[in-house]
């Protein structure tokens, strides 16, 4: 104690220096507390900005939806199914016969001779073909129909709009000059269910040529092309059940059904389909673009869990000081690269490597080899370890350091090896740890938009996961994509610009749970060390 | 496994069988044996011509100021040193039953098997008390239900706390008092039946009652181990031990009968610690 500290040994007043009443302790918490008042208020800010922009969203989505049922388009899109169903099969008839040329070319049958061959056949697809252009006709002047009501709808509720806002300013005569249609739909809606008889007589012609047609399928003269003809004459008989099916919910449809909140919700939340700047209908199912996130990130995992983990074990439990000093800095500078150049590289190198390693013999045991695709969710996910690797090398790393020197030293000192004790006291130990650096990389990949932006191929589609591993090697689309790609080019308070606002809530939804999970875990694990 | 650590295993376990059998009598003979020894942290040497027998079922102390490397010779002695990168030996061997333990085809897990050690902060794994005292045979592949448990039992009755943990055995072996803790990490080391204890201030972080149960303890113990403690308190040094060495300054000063150490010692730097002058 000094000297001065000593004669005032009784005098308790604080003797610290004082700025307007403040002193430096004081000041500093000020300063601190602050900081964290600001983090606080943002992140009350961009929850309080989503919500607001992305929560009228399922209002005007249910509104949308309500009128594509009011203008008839829902009713028109129940026929264009089935027209679509025949089209698939039509194009499976067709494959057939191009397995049939690949095989007589591959057999060095020329030209000519090919033709004669395939020409035994050509007639019945051909026919085939031509029985469902009535159908499928018919279906395309009803679809103008229901468009163009729901389009002139859209358009006198503009008008009315506009000369509202008219009238509100004042301007009454510009208003008087604004005319506006009454556009009653039903009238339309009246007009295609009308049409329903012609249909069903349509679908009968169909039906009839049909089973005329599969009760005499062609011969090919080919085991396997044989097999596929009698395939597709089972898929014709059961393209007729959904025939009936598809005239049932016709004749089930109704305008006058309004549409609920749920079916927009259930549209968004479970919707396969995320369609814009349609001229018929749009749709915003997140379905694709969250399997499409779900699918790079599990194989962005897949590849830096055990790589990130591997390491932080590594390097903390077997590396030398020398081994160390080199590893760790060179792992975390792979965060120092951004993003878009490693995107840049993916789309540059490894995308086309990929494609040329999948096209190695080696590799043609695999049934989706070789891949056609440069981008995709393999692409991605790859790039996107690259990114997650420091994070979680870096976490699991400080939770492997946190065990206790001393439950090393007890395992070695009973004679365990060092293998030994890092599998059943390091680990163990720092799991909760391990799993929230786990956690925290899943987190990182999932919001990372770059590099999925630029190397998932951005085909907005479920991935068709009954393809097994050659799922990994589909092109998908990514919910930070779309946001990224879409949002540049919308009409502000549109109900697209307001679907992209839903996605972020999503994402940011899934982060916060994803943070959440990580404390809590290394909260228990605390908890159980002390 | 190599000739030498053959050796050490073969020669042992017929010491334990005897030892076992009848407490010996008369001077029994030396196990440890430390000649001519030097050790060094990179540059800086730490132990200086150590000369010393620690001899069968008998209880050495270690005693000597901070620094003065108890810690460092104990250590030597199950190659736990090894972990350090910088250390290294100068001169001299240890030699267990005869064996050279620095001999590179010695292997260091076989070692640690023979000289199990205890630590001066009490360090049972985050598992529970069954698998602490069970570790070293799980390690060793043992699994064997009855063989577990007998084992528990007579260890955790060897280290004088079956009759306090008998109930709980499957709660974290964190959740023992300070001084079951550090029993449990005795049981623990009794599990792989080693012949050597090294205990580096067992029971310094211990309150007076938990230190008179480990010291009783480690009277249990002495005669089916050897047993070497580094200790800062000289009454315990008196209590529990036959010979004591007092370290200063990574020198070996003085070494003989614990009571004529503390009768009589010959040496003056010696007197001056033990009469609690200096350190
Ligand atoms: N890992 C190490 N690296 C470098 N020097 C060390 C290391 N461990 C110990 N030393 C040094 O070796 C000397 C002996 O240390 P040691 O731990 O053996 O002392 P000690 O007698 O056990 O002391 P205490 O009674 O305080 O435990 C000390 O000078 C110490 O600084
Ligand atoms: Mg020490």
């Given at each position: 104690m000094t000297e001065e500290g000593e004669n005032n040994r009784y005098d308790l007043h604080s003797r610290r220096r004082q700025f307007l009443g403040i002193d430096k302790d004081q000041a500093l918490k000020g300063l601190f507390g602050g900081n964290a008042i600001v983090s606080i208020v943002v992140l009350a800010l961009i929850t309080f900005f989503l919500f607001k922009e992305g929560a009228a969203f399922f209002g005007q989505y249910r509104e949308n939806i309500d009128l594509y049922r009011r203008s008839g388009i829902e009713y028109v899109d129940i026929m264009k199914e089935q027209s679509e169903s025949y089209s698939e099969l039509n194009r499976y008839l067709n494959s057939i016969r191009s397995e049939h040329a690949t095989m007589l070319r591959e057999e060095g049958l020329s030209f000519a001779d090919a033709r004669a061959k395939l020409s035994g056949y050509e007639d019945f697809i051909y026919a085939i073909e031509d029985l469902g252009y009535p159908v499928s006709e018919y279906v395309l002047e009803m679809s103008e129909v229901a468009v163009g009501a729901r389009d002139m709808y859209e358009d006198a509720a503009n008008y009315r709009e506009h000369r509202e806002n008219l009238l509100e300013l004042g301007r009454d005569e510009e208003a008087a000059e604004v005319e506006v249609l009454d556009v009653d739909l039903s009238l339309f809606v009246d007009m295609i269910k009308e049409g329903e008889a012609d249909f069903l007589a349509l679908n009968d012609a169909l039906e009839a040529g049909l089973r005329e047609r599969i009760a005499d399928l062609p011969t090919i003269g080919v085991e396997s092309l044989d097999a596929k003809m009698q395939r597709f004459g089972e898929l014709a008989l059961m393209f007729i059940v959904?025939?009936?099916r598809t005239e049932q919910l016709l004749s089930d449809w109704t305008s006058e059904k309004r549409v609920g909140m749920f079916t927009a919700l259930a549209s968004f939340v479970f919707g396969e389909d995320w369609v814009t700047n349609s001229s018929i209908q749009d749709w915003y199912g997140i379905m694709p673009l969250f399997t499409g996130s779900l699918l790079v990130a599990s194989i962005a995992m897949v590849f830096a869990v055990p790589l990130g983990v591997g390491a932080a074990i590594y390097v903390n439990q077997f590396a030398n000081q020398k081994e160390q000093t080199l590893i760790k800095p060179y792992i975390e500078f792979i965060s120092a690269i951004p993003s878009v150049?490693?995107?840049?590289?993916?789309?540059?190198?490894?995308?086309q490597f990929v494609r040329e390693v999948s096209g190695w013999a080696?590799?043609?045991?695999?049934?989706?080899?070789?891949?056609?695709?440069?981008?995709t969710a393999f692409t991605a996910g790859c790039l996107l370890a690259l990114m997650a690797i420091p994070t979680i090398f870096t976490l699991a790393e400080d939770a492997i350091n946190n065990v206790p020197k001393s439950f090393k030293e007890a395992s070695l000192a009973m004679g365990a090896t060092r293998l030994q004790t890092t599998l059943r006291i390091i680990v163990p130990t720092s799991l909760s740890g391990i799993i929230s650096?786990?956690?925290?990389g899943f987190g990182r990949v999932i919001g990372e938009t770059m590099v999925v932006l630029l190397c998932a191929g951005n085909r907005i589609e479920i991935p068709d996961f009954t393809n097994g591993i050659g799922t990994f090697f589909e092109p998908v689309h990514t919910m930070t994509g779309i946001i990224a790609q879409e949002l540049g080019e919308v009409v502000n308070g549109s109900i697209h610009y307001r679907a992209l606002f839903m996605v972020g809530m999503v994402l940011f939804v899934i982060s916060l749970f994803i943070n959440y999970m990580a404390q809590k875990i290394v909260l228990k694990y605390q908890v159980s060390r002390g | 496994m190599s000739l030498l650590t053959h050796n050490l295993t073969a020669k042992t376990s017929q010491q334990t069988t005897q030892s076992m059998a009848s407490k010996p009598s008369g001077p029994s003979r030396p196990l440890i044996r430390v000649s001519d020894f030097d050790f060094f942290y990179g540059e800086k040497q730490a132990l200086f011509d150590i000369n010393m027998e620690m001899r069968e079922n008998e209880v050495t102390a270690f005693i000597g100021p901070s620094g003065c490397g108890k810690s460092t010779l104990l250590r030597c002695i199950n190659r736990m040193n090894d972990l350090v990168e910088v250390a290294r030996i100068g001169r001299g061997k240890i030699e267990v039953n005869d064996a050279d333990i620095y001999d590179p085809r010695v292997d260091t897990i076989e070692l640690r098997k023979r000289v199990g050690m205890v630590f001066q902060k009490s360090n049972p794994f985050p598992k529970s008390i069954y698998e602490n005292v069970i570790y070293g045979l799980r390690i060793q592949g043992i699994n064997k239900k009855s063989v577990l448990d007998e084992t528990v039992e007579r260890c955790l009755k060897g280290a004088a706390l079956w009759e306090e943990v008998r109930d709980r055995l499957d709660t974290s072996g964190m959740s023992l008092s300070g001084g079951q803790q550090q029993r449990l990490c005795i049981a623990r080391a009794l599990a792989v039946e080693p012949d050597i204890l090294l205990m580096d201030e067992p029971c310094s972080a211990l309150d007076p009652v938990a230190t008179a149960k480990v010291?009783?303890?480690?009277?249990?113990?002495?005669?089916?181990y050897t047993i070497v403690i580094v200790t800062h308190n000289m009454q315990q040094a008196a209590r529990v031990s036959d010979k004591t060495a007092f370290f200063y300054l990574g020198k070996l000063i003085e070494m003989g009968k614990t009571d004529e150490i503390f009768m009589s010692p010959k040496n003056e730097q010696t007197e001056a610690y033990i009469s609690g002058r200096f350190g």
């Open positions: 959904e025939m009936e150049v490693i995107g840049f590289f993916g789309i540059a190198v490894f995308g080696i590799l043609s045991g695999f049934d989706f080899f070789p891949i056609s695709e440069r981008l650096a786990i956690l925290l | 010291e009783e303890l480690i009277h249990s113990l002495k005669d089916h």
